[in-house]
């Protein structure tokens, strides 16, 4: 069962960037999909965007051109940068692993994923 570690999550300005990382138990080379999700009380979950098995990158319209995704598979860890971060990017950020593809023809495609992390905080303040 591979556990998800987040963090660096915290309190920041608006117009201010953030990396969160997340960790895993064990090697997400093989195969892995590994993807960034956020939520907000009250909100449906949403994905922010991933990097996929065969390591292409995804980012949805609201984070494109903020967002940088990275993985280190050597350290087993995966980050998410944002930059120019805003209000509305405040949210519950988590990271999650699935086996196999998560896009199609460029396009997400809502699969399952396997594991989740807890989660980390981000809060921006105006």
């Known amino acids: 069962q591979m556990q998800l570690m987040e963090s660096g999550g915290g309190s920041v300005q608006a117009g201010g960037s953030l990396t969160l990382t997340c960790v895993a138990s064990?090697?997400?080379?093989?195969?892995?999909?590994m993807a960034w999700y956020r939520q907000t009380p009250g909100l449906e979950r949403e994905g922010v965007g991933l990097i996929d098995s065969d390591d292409s990158l995804f980012y949805v319209d609201t984070v494109k051109g903020r967002a940088t995704i990275s993985k280190d598979s050597a350290k087993r860890t995966l980050y998410l940068q944002i930059n120019s971060l805003n209000p509305e990017d405040t949210a519950m950020y988590y990271c999650?692993?699935?086996?196999?593809?998560?896009?199609?023809?460029?396009?997400?495609?809502?699969?399952?994923?396997?594991?989740w992390g807890q989660g980390t905080q981000v809060t921006v303040t105006s």
């Open positions: 999650a692993a699935r086996l196999g593809r998560c896009t199609e023809y460029g396009i997400w495609v809502e699969y399952d994923f396997d594991f």
């Open positions: 064990e090697s997400i080379n093989s195969g892995y999909c």
